[in-house]
């Protein structure tokens, strides 16, 4: 039981591909978040969603769509990447919205 | 501007010896303060929330104290393994519907042997 697991871990694509990151859950925590760690920014919020079919808008939501149709799972579709979404991408859960546990991480490089 | 300042950036300390890092914040009202521990290669682990000033916690050698204006995490007799970057982030009291956390750039913290 890994707690929150996300897939793949490392992902190469080219501007322009649709690329989905996977988030999957054990706790059935009703909270659901998805970050990207740059350097110089820190962690910025892109979607979080409250319980399955809940999802808003975080603070860089731009070329990102998310989707909650269970709540172990919260993927992450770049619709069409590009260079600016290279990044490292955390999926985090928690029962309430303080206290996050994080997953491993999604390392994003964008052709 | 709502904002978080972690210092200092880096911060190298003898094995055992004892240091704070500071986490000062800009909002207009604060529900609360939070410190994560992020090991390269891995995602933030999750330390201590603090919601008023005065309040503190604590766990191994670490403790996490709150002021109007800043939160010190301070290490007692370090070891080797609690090198790591240290992130606090704040939820303004107007976090509003994107439940936004404020997150500083962290403190990279190496405890030499």
């Known amino acids: 039981d890994a707690g929150i697991t996300q897939s793949p871990r490392y992902k190469i694509t080219e501007t322009g591909r649709q690329v989905t990151l996977m988030c999957h859950q054990t706790w059935s925590h009703s909270y659901m978040f998805w970050y990207r760690q740059d350097l110089g920014h820190g962690l910025r919020l892109i979607y979080y969603?409250?319980?399955?079919?809940?999802?808003d808008k975080g603070e860089v939501p731009d070329g990102y769509v998310v989707s909650r149709s269970k709540t172990e799972n919260f993927p992450l579709t770049l619709e069409s990447a590009t260079r600016s979404q290279t990044s490292v991408y955390f999926c985090?859960?928690?029962?309430?919205?303080?206290?996050?546990?994080f997953g491993p991480g999604t390392r994003l490089t964008v052709l | 501007e709502d904002q978080v300042t972690q210092s200092p950036e880096a911060l190298r300390l003898q094995e055992g010896e004892s240091s704070s890092l500071n986490c000062s914040y800009t909002?207009?009202?604060?529900?609360?303060l939070f410190w994560y521990r992020q090991d390269p290669g891995k995602g933030p682990e999750f330390l201590f929330t603090?919601?008023?000033?005065?309040e503190e916690k604590e766990k191994e050698r670490l403790k996490a104290t709150l002021t109007k204006k800043e939160s010190f995490l301070h290490i007692t007799a370090p070891k080797p393994e609690d090198s790591a970057t240290y992130l606090c982030a704040v939820r303004p009291l107007n976090a509003g519907n994107n439940r936004k956390l404020i997150w500083g750039l962290g403190t990279s913290l190496a405890v030499n042997p």
């Open positions: 985090a859960t928690g029962a309430d919205t303080d206290t996050q546990y």
């Open positions: 909002v207009s009202g604060l529900r609360g």
């Open positions: 969603s409250a319980a399955a079919d809940i999802t």
């Open positions: 603090l919601y008023s000033a005065g």
